[in-house]
T-cell receptor, first 111, second 114 residues
Framework: SQQGEEDPQALSIQEGENATMNCSYK?????LQWYRQNSGRGLVHLIL?????REKHSGRLRVTLDTSKKSSSLLITASRAADTASYFC???????????FGKGTRLHILP | DAGVIQSPRHEVTEMGQEVTLRCKPI?????LFWYRQTMMRGLELLIY????????DSGMPEDRFSAKMPNASFSTLKIQPSEPRDSAVYFC????????????FGPGTRLTVT
């Protein structure tokens, strides 16, 4: 089964609102990454948070990591139409040299 | 930098034919990844190379799939013979050092096997 599972599967919000997506995973990790994928394109890296970090910011993005709950959240503040995309979390385990992507959250920003 | 380059962008082939997908990673990156993306299974890591050496090929579905990296600037993913269930988007990505680093993805190759 997938290491990372995003929640919700799909999310529609009004432009200007904040969007929150969650990722849960099963095993201990080294790092957790978030990626964005626009329709028909390759994934674009957004942010990487290490297992010893709890929160990280990048522009309008805020990522939190709770290793005790094995979960992470991605918050996009003041959403824009250009934020419409699918968002994936990816984890690499500290037990083996693998990276596993979740199935993603489809975010749609309404004008 | 041109980013990760993949070719072809689209491939339509008949069942049983051989398919070869190509990737040129970003210059200076020493890790290269091949992924397959479908609606049903999401994004799956097929194989990844570090310094041109395959590190993990546990995601390669079966013997019909093979991947090579003859040098630091080129890799191929071959499917022989192809089957309709191989239809997917195949992505190549590269990074500075393994799974714990930011990956740069190519635009993908959309493969359709009829």
């Amino acid at each position: 089964s997938q290491q990372g599972e995003e929640d919700p599967q799909a999310l529609s919000i009004q432009e200007g609102e904040n969007a929150t997506m969650n990722c849960s995973y099963k095993t201990s990790i080294n790092n957790l990454q978030w990626y964005r994928q626009n329709s028909g394109r390759g994934l674009v890296h957004l942010i990487l948070i290490r297992s010893n970090e709890r929160e990280k910011h990048s522009g309008r993005l805020r990522v939190t990591l709770d290793t005790s709950k094995k979960s992470s959240s991605l918050l996009i503040t003041a959403s824009r139409a250009a934020d419409t995309a699918s968002y994936f979390c990816a984890t690499d385990s500290n037990r083996d040299d693998k990276i596993i992507f979740g199935k993603g959250t489809r975010l749609h920003i309404l004008p | 930098d041109a980013g990760v380059i993949q070719s072809p962008r689209h491939e339509v082939t008949e069942m049983g034919q051989e398919v070869t997908l190509r990737c040129k990673p970003i210059s200076g990156h020493n890790s290269l990844f091949w992924y397959r993306q479908t609606m049903m299974r999401g994004l799956e890591l097929l194989i990844y190379f570090n310094n041109n050496v395959p590190i993990d090929d546990s995601g390669m579905p079966e013997d019909r799939f093979s991947a090579k990296m003859p040098n630091a600037s080129f890799s191929t993913l071959k499917i022989q013979p192809s089957e309709p269930r191989d239809s997917a988007v195949y992505f190549c990505a590269s990074s500075h050092g393994g799974v714990s680093y930011e990956q740069y993805f190519g635009p993908g190759t959309r493969l359709t096997v009829t």
